[in-house]
């Protein structure tokens, strides 16, 4: 079952992405910090939202999307984030079924345009899942600027 992820998720959404960092990037993610990160966008679903899968009343994978306004296309797309599945329920459909549960909002919202979302360059399992779906690999790069930024 896939449903909007509540307060109750709380700590299993920020071990999950402790767990992320580590997998993906080999990075140490502060636990305060990331409960708290969490806990807000959980409490201001104006900045993004947490999809959770449950199986056995137990959550198994989650996924978070934000919005970026394209005034090029006059509308929304939803960046999707923060993606993770157990590994014990890898490969079974869970991040299919969270996905398509954003694809859906997608559809049938004429204000959002698309989905979009940024793999690490070595993840090769993750974008071919993401090409599977029918996404399609852009042309950009990305830059950033972090403001205060950490040493992980």
């Known amino acids: 079952m896939i449903r909007q992820a509540n307060l109750t998720d709380l700590e299993t959404i920020a071990k999950f992405n402790i767990q992320l960092a ?10 305060q910090t990331i409960t708290n990160g969490v806990k807000y966008l959980l409490e201001n679903p104006q900045y993004g939202v947490y999809y959770v899968a449950v199986e056995n009343e ?3 994978g989650q996924v978070m999307y934000t919005f970026e306004w394209s005034d090029w296309r006059n509308g929304l797309f ?4 923060s993606v993770y599945v157990d590994k014990e329920y ?13 694809k859906n909002i997608c559809d049938t919202d004429d ?17 071919q899942a993401y090409k599977n779906l029918g996404m399609d690999k852009c042309h950009y790069d990305m830059f950033e600027y972090e403001k205060n930024k950490k040493i992980f």
Do not use: M, P
């Not at 580590?22 to 636990?31: M, N, P, S």
């Not at 939803?78 to 984030?81: G, K, M, N, S, Y």
């Not at 890898?90 to 954003?102: A, E, M, P, Q, W």
């Open 111 to 127: 204000n959002i345009v698309g989905i979009r979302l940024y793999a690490e360059q070595e993840n090769d399992v993750a974008q």
């Open 90 to 102: 890898r490969n079974k459909g869970v991040f299919k079924s969270l996905y398509n549960t954003i």
């Open 22 to 31: 580590q997998e993906t990037e080999d990075k140490v993610l502060d636990k």
């Open 58 to 60: 137990q959550v198994v």
């Open 78 to 81: 939803l960046w999707i984030q």
